[in-house]
């Protein structure tokens, strides 16, 4: 994995352009530093951009007249999350959302890296030539890491030499549709696609993300009782997104999934199932294929874990995603799989549009634009639901650093370890706050967020990226000096 020289793209050493603590050596103390061997009261040595010391309170000795210290008390300082599932539609849709402010919000939020989705940006992340044209639109304007997925599309997966330059170039790994993606230069694949890409993965050793949905002969069009009026219902949407889609593509891929085992014709691949919804039977799937030795993981996302259906207003078309939003009771499974270990980690599928594709005057669920527009409240949203079912800083740090760290193959991120570059994020659990029309927002329409209007606790005091401090309290570093991060 490299962070240097990118299509020409010389990153600077730190700067107070980059950073808002300009020093090159410091050390970050607290009361509950999360580490990979528990939450403890000490200190993180960082010099460079990297963590070169972790020392318990008891062990630390330092002259501050001599050296930096920032003292967050009894704030957590935790490794910086990384979101594995994000569309910042850059380059061809920045008006959507775009690197800058997408990775503004994402300061603001505590996440430190990001994978952006080879969708929903124009042209779509399918080539070489098109990851070219992405890490180009990323450079000097990002202000956390970004790295990129590429897209496994028919063309592509029929053509071997196609994928194997894609993949030579830098992507971390490949996103698939098994049903239409609603981009027109990103076609849905069939599982025969997917089975004739894994050998090729399997080489890399990289794995392939799946949005595991398929198109079911339903029962007729789902009927408009009430004329237009209906499709402002959501359990209208819901209908014509049953649970059996995602059962359905899970079977399929299951099949595939076994090839992935020790001795398998596609060993060294590995399957990723993106933001699980059913947590009956398309989860029991996963977990038996888990059990048999098959190469797969699962996410779901703080949307699933913090809405239910029936709490969704009529025309608050603000909640469409796909695959949907589900019932109260399917909620409360989700929870049990993640507190289980079932669920391996959590994104944020952050899928923003321009606020007219949401229809929010209409409130047609029908025909509205789908995706959840989330990127900086994850942290404090899987806080707030997340309290009620106990969790942990710990369980916090593994489904929002370490795990996604291994899915993507950023061995240098995920966990305050000595080595590792100093990527963390600081944040105060017990303080809440108000996303209202005063709180200030970074994504690009606000909008358009299902967040909006929420009371939520856990909030982010200071965001360090390669030791860089570029997010501190409503401030962001005056320069862009995150990376585009390419697999080599």
Known sequence: MILKKVYGYIPQLPSSDCSLLPHNHYWISSKRIVTPNGTISGAVEIKEGRIISVVAEENWHVNSSFTTVVNYGESVVMPGF????????????SEWEGFP??????????VTTLVDMPLNSAPSTVSEETLKLKVQAAEGRVYVDVGFWGGLVPENAE???????????GVLGLKSFMVPSGINDFPMTTASHIKEALPTLAR??????????VLLDLDGKVELEDGVENARSYSTYLKTRPASMEEAAINQLITLSKDTRA????????????HLSDARTS???????????DSITVETCPHYLAFAAEDIPDGDTRFKCAPPIRDAANKEKLWDALLDGDIDMLSSDHSPSVPEMKLLDEGDFLKAWGGI??????????WTHGRKYGITFEQLASWWSENPAKLAGLTTKGAIAVGNQADIVVWEPDMEFDLDNDYPVHIKHPSISAYMGSRLSGKVLATFVRGNLVYKEGNHASQACALPILHR
């Not at 527009?373 to 899987?382: D, I, K, N």
Request: charged residues 20%.
């Open 101 to 110: 402010s997408g990775t503004k919000a994402a300061a603001a939020g505590g």
């Open 204 to 213: 890399y050793k990289r794995p392939l993300l799946v949005h595991a949905e």
């Open 263 to 274: 001795g398998g014709s596609a060993e060294g691949a590995h399957l990723h199932i993106v």
């Open 373 to 382: 527009s989330s990127l900086q409240f994850v942290l404090p949203a899987t």
């Open 82 to 93: 990384i979101d594995v599932h994000a569309h910042l539609d850059d380059p061809g849709r």
């Open 283 to 293: 989860l029991n799937l996963i977990k038996e294929a888990k059990q048999r030795g």
């Open 159 to 169: 053509n071997a030499s196609s994928l194997e330059r894609l993949l030579n170039a």
